[in-house]
Structures are given as C-alpha cells and as structure tokens.
Nanobody
C-alpha cells in the first residue's frame, strides 16, 4: 500500500503564492506517476498537474502559474502555485499511480486526504 499526506494549504489573497507538498510512504516503487487534482464545492474533481518520468502536464487553467516537481529520493511531489486566483479555491488532492493517461483520475490508485486552498479576492 501507499500512503499520501498533503500539506501546505491555507488562505491567501489573490495574486499570492502557496506551495503544496505531498509525501508518499509505503510501496512507493509501485507507481510511476504523481499528480495533483482539485475539487471545488459543487464541482467535479479536475486535473491540475502531473509528473512522470521527468515529463510534466498541466491543466490549461494553471499553465504558466503552477509548477509541479518531484523528488524521487524523498518520495515527495510539490505544487508551487503563483498568481493565485479566487477560482483556484478548492480542496487539492495528491495522487499516485501507474496509469498512462495522467490527466484522468483513473490513472491513479492512491489518493491523499486533501488540503484546502482558499484564495480571497
């Protein structure tokens, strides 16, 4: 099994920055991809960013503002979020898995509990 624990969420003003971190433990060799998804109230969970084998993917809505980075030695994946907007407000989830289509939740087998990000206008 794999356990994922997110940290770094909080309240920030529009235009500000936050860094989310996700620490993985357990059978960390069982997955190749790590990603971040988010879910706002009343909305479906949506893809934010992913990393696999040195390659990265971003949702159009965050491209140029967010950066995902992975440290394989530490089994962590970070999401650096800049120029935050009120529409970025959501619960952010870390995910890990071995699927190929990393922009889809079905590519991931393990999920964290989520961390709240609130951006005030």
């Amino acid at each position: 099994q794999v356990q994922l624990v997110e940290s770094g969420g909080g309240l920030v003003q529009a235009g500000g920055s936050l860094r989310l971190s996700c620490a993985a433990s357990g059978r960390t060799l069982s997955f190749s991809a790590m990603g971040w998804f988010r879910q706002a109230p009343g909305k479906e969970r949506e893809f934010v960013a992913a990393v696999r084998g040195g390659l990265t993917w971003y949702a159009d809505s965050v491209k140029g503002r967010f950066t995902i980075s992975r440290d394989n030695a530490k089994n962590t994946v970070d999401l650096h979020m800049n120029s935050l907007k009120p529409e970025d407000t959501a619960v952010y989830y870390c995910a890990a898995g071995g699927g190929n289509v990393v922009v889809r939740p079905t590519a991931y087998d393990y999920w964290g509990q989520g961390t709240q990000v609130t951006v005030s206008s």
